[in-house]
């Protein structure tokens, strides 16, 4: 029997960061390498989803999420962003951060356009990309500064490109994007009429006292910006899967379809249980970032007692590392043996990178979002190599 498989899941597989989740189960490690923030539920968030279980709140909400969830999103977004969204017309609550870039591509972009991606990316967008057959365009950042390379962004813009991802706090890099940086692209845009897709999911996750700025929140971004952010990080829920979009009006709508047509709608319950903890003091965020920023550090210096070279990050809960001292020689080698050495999962730094290009090679990205003890074990692990 010949089985018909659709031609855009030629370029489909699964990531390095599920496929290292497994083996590092398998051995019983310390998963440095996906995302999960397996934190503690702040007790607000989870008691607002056990009483809305108990209440029978189980049915569909509206497509663009529950009214009073989106109430509140807007009032965040005008208090911490800086920017105005109508929670009827603008917003949406979406299945993840995911769902809202997803629900965002397919409403903007057609097969055959280009996006830019600045590497180091998040292989999720890539893949979404992808899947709904756009082509990616690749430009660059420095690790070293954290700094844009504007003339690679300029060189990755051609007569199909229709827009720019963003993501700051950057996943993997953990660089945060300055004003200086988003008005240049919001420039760059302008002249180039793109939309910029800004994932700002790690918002609050910010070190060394920088600010976050969103790029909707610059003199005349707003209309070219479409705004993505999500609770999965800030309250360590990444499996509720509760995220949100805010963009204009006219792209909103046609997005929201499409968050309906995916997946009808954001878990109810859950839903409830992100409303619940949107009413959460100023200190329960500020506290977040100390105690973030403690575990970068510990981290960082970690891996440099294990003479890697830490590209220190500005936000996020992710390093990226440079192994060319300890000899391995390509990521893939150095995931495997750290596993094997330390039972670690790392994820590769070719993952984050265009395919075949070679770039990442020599790197690996952690992620710190872990209890204190297994973080403190893995550090030990990593001091020993």
């Given at each position: 029997?010949?089985?018909?498989?659709?031609?855009?899941?030629?370029?489909?597989?699964?990531?390095?960061?599920?496929?290292?989740?497994?083996?590092?189960?398998?051995?019983?490690?310390?998963?440095?390498?996906?995302?999960?923030?397996?934190?503690?539920?702040?007790?607000?968030?989870?008691?607002?989803?056990?009483?809305?279980?108990?209440?029978?709140?189980?049915?569909?909400?509206?497509?663009?999420?529950?009214?009073?969830?989106?109430?509140?999103?807007?009032?965040?977004?005008?208090?911490?962003?800086?920017?105005?969204?109508?929670?009827?017309?603008?917003?949406?609550?979406?299945?993840?951060?995911?769902?809202?870039?997803?629900?965002?591509?397919?409403?903007?972009?057609?097969?055959?356009?280009?996006?830019?991606?600045?590497?180091?990316?998040?292989?999720?967008?890539?893949?979404?990309?992808?899947?709904?057959?756009?082509?990616?365009?690749?430009?660059?950042?420095?690790?070293?500064?954290?700094?844009?390379?504007?003339?690679?962004?300029?060189?990755?813009?051609?007569?199909?490109?229709?827009?720019?991802?963003?993501?700051?706090?950057?996943?993997?890099?953990?660089?945060?994007?300055?004003?200086?940086?988003?008005?240049?692209?919001?420039?760059?845009?302008?002249?180039?009429?793109?939309?910029?897709?800004?994932?700002?999911?790690?918002?609050?996750?910010?070190?060394?006292?920088?600010a976050h700025i969103s790029?909707?929140?610059?003199?005349?971004?707003?209309?070219?910006?479409?705004?993505?952010?999500?609770?999965?990080?800030?309250?360590?829920?990444?499996?509720?899967r509760i995220g949100y979009?805010?963009?204009?009006?006219?792209?909103?709508?046609?997005?929201?379809?499409?968050?309906?047509?995916?997946?009808?709608?954001?878990?109810?319950?859950?839903?409830?249980?992100?409303?619940?903890?949107?009413?959460?003091?100023?200190?329960?965020?500020?506290?977040?970032?100390?105690?973030?920023?403690?575990?970068?550090?510990?981290?960082?210096?970690?891996?440099?007692?294990?003479?890697?070279?830490?590209?220190?990050?500005?936000?996020?809960?992710?390093?990226?590392?440079?192994?060319?001292?300890?000899?391995?020689?390509?990521?893939?080698?150095?995931?495997?043996?750290?596993?094997?050495?330390?039972?670690?999962?790392?994820?590769?730094?070719?993952?984050?990178?265009?395919?075949?290009?070679?770039?990442?090679?020599?790197?690996?990205?952690?992620?710190?979002?872990?209890?204190?003890?297994?973080?403190?074990?893995?550090?030990?692990?990593?001091?020993?190599?």
């Amino acid at each position: 029997m010949t089985r018909h498989i659709a031609a855009r899941m030629g370029a489909l597989v699964q990531s390095d960061i599920r496929r290292l989740t497994i083996e590092c189960d398998r051995v019983g490690g310390i998963n440095l390498g996906q995302g999960i923030c397996d934190l503690p539920t702040p007790p607000l968030v989870a008691q607002g989803a056990i009483e809305a279980i108990r209440n029978r709140n189980a049915t569909y909400t509206h497509a663009r999420g529950l009214a009073d969830l989106r109430r509140a999103l807007a009032e965040k977004l005008r208090v911490f962003n800086g920017v105005n969204y109508d929670p009827e017309t603008e917003l949406c609550v979406t299945v993840g951060s995911s769902g809202a870039f997803a629900s965002a591509v397919f409403a903007t972009l057609d097969p055959g356009d280009e996006v830019v991606l600045i590497e180091p990316f998040y292989g999720y967008h890539l893949n979404t990309l992808l899947l709904a057959g756009i082509r990616p365009r690749y430009a660059r950042m420095s690790l070293k500064t954290m700094t844009l390379d504007r003339a690679s962004i300029e060189q990755a813009i051609s007569l199909r490109t229709k827009g720019i991802v963003v993501c700051t706090p950057g996943n993997p890099s953990g660089m945060v994007y300055g004003r200086d940086d988003l008005a240049w692209l919001g420039e760059l845009a302008a002249h180039h009429d793109l939309l910029l897709y800004t994932d700002e999911i790690y918002e609050y996750i910010v070190y060394d006292g920088r600010a976050h700025i969103s790029a909707a929140s610059l003199p005349g971004l707003r209309e070219r910006t479409v705004t993505i952010g999500g609770y999965s990080k800030t309250f360590s829920i990444t499996g509720w899967r509760i995220g949100y979009l805010a963009a204009p009006a006219d792209i909103l709508a046609r997005a929201a379809v499409c968050s309906d047509l995916l997946y009808v709608c954001a878990p109810h319950p859950l839903q409830r249980g992100v409303l619940a903890g949107l009413s959460s003091p100023p200190e329960y965020y500020a506290q977040m970032c100390r105690d973030y920023q403690k575990a970068r550090d510990s981290i960082c210096d970690a891996l440099e007692a294990a003479r890697f070279a830490v590209y220190r990050p500005q936000g996020s809960y992710y390093v990226i590392a440079d192994f060319s001292a300890l000899g391995w020689p390509d990521d893939q080698t150095a995931s495997a043996e750290l596993l094997k050495r330390a039972r670690i999962a790392a994820i590769p730094g070719g993952a984050f990178y265009e395919p075949g290009s070679g770039r990442g090679r020599n790197q690996l990205r952690f992620c710190f979002a872990k209890e204190p003890d297994v973080l403190a074990e893995a550090c030990r692990r990593l001091r020993a190599l």
